[in-house]
């Protein structure tokens, strides 16, 4: 993805917290997106976060946004082996285009 | 909703060899997107369409890739001819652009092709 950066690899402990995080370039964002993808599968939309807010929480998912920093960031707590995936953010810049990021891939050890 | 469908889900073919994917969107939506993902390359997006139009083809790889929208409800991606570094997966995703705020992009299983 152009300019959406990602560590390309996370492994925890099943029951942990585990936080994936992602760094974007264009402060003009509207939403930024955490899409998962299983294997095998296509991306599936996890959570969105609008460019205006600091915070997010979904049930086991929280998801953090510094726009100063470009920073964004998902926390999925008490991690479970269902979680492990390869996790993508993505940001919506002009018009209707997505820019992703290259990917992490998310490994919960029993 | 059936989601986005497409086809077929594996292709093998040998090199040089026409291949076809075939995608259908959500209905009701009027944005669809061809990405490609490659294990060095990562997610790349080829091409978009909205109200049936390219808008943006600048990620096409090269003049063997090539994809058509005849109507709303289909869409192509056609590689011509084929070669083995073209092996990927590709997706197609749809979106109701400008339908609900968040744009949010509805992804369909994958065509994984594999070009010998």
Request: with cysteine; net charge negative; glycine share 8%.
């Amino acid at each position: 993805g152009e300019d959406v950066e990602q560590s390309l690899f996370l492994s925890v402990r099943e029951g942990d917290s585990s936080v994936i995080n992602c760094t974007y370039t264009d402060s003009s964002s509207t939403y930024l997106y955490w899409y998962k993808q299983e294997p095998g599968a296509g991306l599936q939309l996890l959570t969105y976060i609008f460019s205006n807010m600091d915070m997010k929480q979904d049930q086991r998912l929280t998801v953090l946004l510094n726009k100063k920093d470009k920073h964004l960031s998902l926390r999925i707590a008490d991690t479970q082996t269902g979680d492990s995936a390869i996790y993508f953010c993505a940001e919506s810049r002009t018009g209707n285009q997505f820019y992703f990021g290259t990917g992490t891939s998310l490994t919960v050890i029993p | 909703d059936a989601g986005v469908i497409q086809s077929p889900r594996h292709e093998v073919t040998e090199m040089g060899q026409e291949v076809t994917l075939r995608c259908k969107p959500i209905s009701g939506h009027n944005s669809l997107f061809w990405y490609r993902q490659t294990m060095m390359r990562g997610l790349e997006l080829l091409i978009y369409f909205n109200n049936n139009v390219p808008i943006d083809d600048s990620g096409m790889p090269e003049d063997r890739f090539s994809a058509k929208m005849p109507n709303a409800s289909f869409s192509t991606l056609k590689i011509q001819p084929s070669e083995p570094r073209d092996s990927a997966v590709y997706f197609c995703a749809s979106s109701p652009q400008g339908q609900v705020n968040t744009n949010e992009q509805f992804f369909g299983p994958g065509t994984r092709l594999t070009v010998l």
